[in-house]
């Protein structure tokens, strides 16, 4: 936007500075014909019988001088078709710059004068081509920079509203996000302690405890802990990024235990597999929200391989430009190529019910806040989604 704000500005400066050049022309010009006319003038009314014909050629002769000071190209031709004279041919052309030119370049450049203007022709002396002067040729683009200035400053005031009005939204979507994040701290508080009284009660009953109630504490201790990630997150939002290291081995071991819990393992089957090298793969980010791009990107796999099993992978690697990939495939039914260029807009959704935020947030996560890129990578079956991380 600053790009264009300054190209306008340099165009708007350049046709003031324009049409002051095109003012002094034109009074250049009313200053020709001012010579012009008195010349003509003085020969008329000069009824002297001293050597009027020469005074007269004279006259005629500075005329001819003062039109060739215009800078008008001009061809005289005989009634024959002889070239007779020309003058400012480098206007029209501008290689022909010396006084060695061929007939032959004069002639190909009569044609391009006569589409410029209708040639005058004398009948028995000759005819008269000539073109458009500089001024002329210059006028005739002023309309188009003009317009696609107006253009331009139109685009730029729109831009300018859109990028107001969505300002506007991400700072009340922001704001209800940590609002919420704010709102779910009283009741989360409240189910850990009940949590930690049924923790108690287990580890009093000891050998004696259900093995039901044993998992169902355990199962609603990790559910706690991630809703307690899901309002941290809530309030990162809107707040700069963090550039902390964050180990995305780690990261998406963490994503293959918790969705491997809750996944099909009988009908439909649905397996999560990880690819990653034994030692950490570091980069700068914020863990939060890296997390959060993970979780979006596995969920989004989940819900293809719904009602048909399948397999999911988990990919962490360095790539040779020194960026890290993950990628997140599953060899579900994959993206239909109609709908690759929309998966990525807010408010779009392939599901009956889905919000069509989840691709969104993510590339911006990964896009705006990490300086990295989210794409949908080529494959052969499936989808796989590559963040590039630096």
């Not at 003012?23 to 001293?50: H, K, P």
């Not at 990919?315 to 430009?321: H, M, P, T, W």
């Not at 190529?337 to 911006?364: N, P």
């Amino acid at each position: 936007m600053l790009l264009v704000a300054l190209g306008v500005t340099a165009m708007l400066g350049w046709y003031v500075m324009y049409t002051q050049s095109v003012v002094q022309e034109l009074r250049r010009e009313a200053e020709r014909q001012g010579r012009i006319y008195a010349q003509t003038y003085r020969a008329v009314l000069d009824t002297s019988t001293t050597d009027r014909e020469g005074r007269l050629l004279a006259a005629l002769f500075s005329i001819i001088v003062e039109e060739q000071s215009a800078g008008i190209p001009m061809i005289v031709t005989g009634s024959d078709g002889g070239i007779q004279g020309y003058t400012n041919l480098s206007v029209a052309r501008s290689k022909l710059r010396n006084n060695n030119i061929s007939d032959a370049d004069i002639r190909a450049l009569m044609p391009v004068l006569a589409r410029q203007n209708t040639p005058i022709e004398e009948p028995g002396v000759g005819r008269l081509y000539y073109g458009d002067s500089k001024l002329v040729r210059g006028l005739r683009y002023v309309p188009l920079l003009q317009a696609f200035a107006i253009m331009a400053i139109v685009g730029v005031g729109l831009y300018a509203l859109l990028i107001r009005a969505r300002a506007e939204r991400e700072h009340v979507w922001a704001g209800m996000a940590r609002e919420s994040a704010h709102q779910l701290g009283t009741p989360l508080s409240s189910i850990s302690g009940w949590i930690a009284l049924l923790d108690d009660e287990v580890e009093d009953q000891g050998t004696r405890a259900d093995p039901m109630l044993k998992s169902a504490v355990n199962n609603m201790k990790a559910d706690l802990e991630r809703l307690e990630r899901v309002a941290h997150r809530f309030e990162r939002i809107g707040r700069p990024p963090r550039r902390e290291p964050v180990d995305v081995v780690a990261l998406v071991e963490r994503m293959a235990k918790y969705f491997r819990a809750r996944v099909p393992t009988r009908a439909h089957t649905v397996t999560i597999d990880v690819k990653a090298p034994a030692e950490p793969l570091t980069v700068k980010g914020d863990a939060v929200l890296l997390e959060w791009v993970i979780e979006a990107l596995t969920k989004n796999a989940v819900d293809a391989l719904a009602g048909r099993g399948g397999r999911i992978e988990l990919c962490a690697e360095s790539l040779a430009d020194g960026t890290t990939r993950v990628r997140v495939a599953d060899d579900g039914p994959g993206v239909p190529r109609e709908l690759r260029r929309r998966i990525f807009d807010a408010g779009y959704s392939t599901k009956e019910r889905g919000w069509g935020i989840g691709l969104s947030l993510a590339r911006r996560i990964v896009e705006e806040n990490h300086g990295g890129k989210l794409v949908l990578a080529p494959t052969e079956r499936g989808a796989a989604f590559d963040v590039i991380l630096r």
